[in-house]
């Protein structure tokens, strides 16, 4: 009996050797006599990677966009913040799953082109006709018309991938999880920007709060002051109104401001993925906050540093990849599908070996010859879809360089801006100091002190939005250089590859 197993093991395996050598030659042979047409050439598309050497003329050796978000921020309310939302902000988390799968898609790509093997059983009624030869030889041998079929083993089949077209549509899902990384840090650098912009609104809506709710106490004592003016005779009744309309715009601003502290307050607890609370924040005086001086680096880093670039490159190295597999789709194929198990029309001889063994082996070589439109078109679809992920990074790369410009100028304009803003509310406060003095002594019309204490409420007001403009144009740069994704523990470890499997519990 083992005698007869291994003569049968070795015809089996003798079998599967010759099946694969005859289709491997079918495939070189029809490659030699030319029934295999060539496929298209192979056009690269390259971006133009030419950025100028500095912004508007500035250019240091080290860019703040590497700054972790961590050590850029110190207000400690601030990063408790953010804090909350890199936990809990529902978009970001969004985007965290859109990488799992993205992920997953590595595993599914990668196993086409590795060996599928499974288990399978069945049972069933066969039944041949009389008037065939296996029914003439049936009745020969008093086998009945309709037998019982019982089988089960291991089924497989294998794409051979020769021209490597498998393993460039696994190594461009590769890529598509890398830039889906790459997405979701860029979501985080918006993140914590407006994080950022709505706490520094609401610090400045504290203060102005504070600069009205002052101002109204300064009204009230004037009112008081003409009131009694008017009483003693010394003014007509016109100064108390005037005094009084005035104080009465004041208050009514007092509700607008608040609603607006209401709304920010509400719009931050919305950005931390919780409802709406009170939000803990510095009660200093918010003019005293100094913007950071930011090194901008030179614009080459942009490339490295800019996580809605480095996207687009990686999506452009997906779409040459797609490029290449597509066109190795016009290569003929090679396959291989074998099963070994048992067959009987026996339940009880079902594993008898070696004479219920089952096994078959087939290789099989296919080259599209005629109606090559759907392999042409999806080439064709390649091809464009390779250009406009060119197109993309490019548009990328040009609309960082815009941004960081347009900040840098920004933070230098308003700096200067502020500056002369500050020396405005100097002079209007001396003015109003200089005209109340005035009218107490009776040497100055109301209208004097009405004109000079609404334009110091107004340059007040202004000064506050500048500081506001200040800090947040400094955030923007920060974010434009690339800043804020560092140090917020969803970055993949040093070195991670599309093996890396990120999930959201890692982020914890």
């Known amino acids: 009996m083992n005698k007869i197993w291994e003569s049968k093991s070795r015809t089996l395996a003798g079998r599967m050797g010759r099946a694969l050598a005859v289709t491997i030659l079918a495939l070189l042979v029809a490659m030699a006599t030319g029934c295999i047409a060539k496929p298209p050439k192979r ?41 909350a939302a890199l936990q809990h902000n529902q978009e ?6 859109e990488t799992v799968v993205a992920n997953a898609e590595i595993m599914a790509r990668r196993g086409e082109y590795l060996p599928k093997v499974g288990f399978g059983a069945g049972t069933g009624v066969e039944r041949v006709g009389a008037f065939t030869s296996q029914g003439k030889s ?25 021209w490597g077209r498998l393993r460039n549509l696994a190594n461009a899902a590769s890529r598509r999880y890398l830039a889906s990384i790459e997405g979701r840090n860029f979501m985080v650098t918006r993140l914590v920007a407006e994080i950022a912009s709505s706490y520094y609104e609401l610090l400045a809506l504290d203060r102005q709060l504070k600069v009205v709710t002052d101002n109204i106490a300064l009204q009230e004592r004037a009112l008081d002051l003409a009131q009694a003016q008017f009483q003693a005779g010394r003014a007509t009744s016109a100064a108390p109104a005037r005094f009084e309309a005035n104080l009465r715009a004041m208050q009514s601003s007092l509700y607008t401001i608040q609603q607006r502290i209401v709304e920010t307050q509400n719009q931050l607890n919305f950005l931390a993925g919780r409802f709406p609370q009170p939000i803990d924040r510095a009660n200093t005086n918010f003019l005293d906050n100094q913007p950071a001086a930011l090194a901008v680096g030179v614009p080459a880093e942009l ?23 597509a066109r190795k789709a016009f290569y003929p194929s090679l396959g291989i599908e074998s099963v070994i198990g048992y067959q009987s029309f026996d339940a009880t001889k079902l594993v008898n070996t070696p004479d219920s063994l089952l096994f078959e082996i087939l ?33 990328a790369v040009l609309n960082a360089f815009v941004e960081v410009s347009n900040r840098v ?93 990120f999930t959201q519990g890692e982020k914890k």
Not at 92 to 97: E, G, K, P
Not at 138 to 162: P, T
Not at 305 to 319: G, H, S, Y
Not at 438 to 461: G, H, I
């Open 363 to 395: 290789g099989k070589a296919f080259t599209p010859l005629l109606n090559r439109k759907g392999i042409s078109a999806d080439y064709i679809s390649a091809n464009s879809r390779e250009m406009q992920a060119v197109l993309h990074y490019e548009r």
């Open 138 to 162: 049936d009745e020969r041998s008093g086998i009945a018309a309709n037998l019982q079929k019982y089988e089960f083993g291991l089924y497989s089949s294998w794409e051979i991938d020769v």
């Open 92 to 97: 970001l988390n969004i985007a965290i799953q």
């Open 409 to 501: 100028s920004l933070t230098r304009n308003l700096s200067e801006g502020y500056r002369l803003k500050q020396q405005q509310v100097d002079r209007l406060s001396q003015a109003v100091d200089i005209s109340t003095e005035l009218f107490n002594l009776n040497r100055a019309d109301y209208l004097e002190v009405l004109t000079a204490r609404r334009e110091l409420l107004e340059a007040q007001q202004e000064l506050v939005e500048m500081k506001q403009r200040q800090m947040v144009a400094t955030v923007t740069l920060y974010q434009g250089l690339g800043g804020g994704w560092r140090g917020t523990g969803l970055e993949p470890p040093d070195g991670a590859d599309a093996n890396h499997k």
């Open 303 to 325: 490339l490295a540093n800019r996580p809605d670039v480095r996207q687009a490159e990686l999506e452009l190295k997906a779409a040459g990849l797609d490029v290449d597999a």
């Open 43 to 83: 056009v690269v598309h390259v971006p133009n990677l030419v950025v100028p050497d500095s912004f508007a003329g500035l250019s240091d050796t080290r860019s703040a966009g590497l700054i972790p978000w961590r050590d850029f921020f110190k207000d400690a309310h601030l990063v408790a913040l953010v804090d």
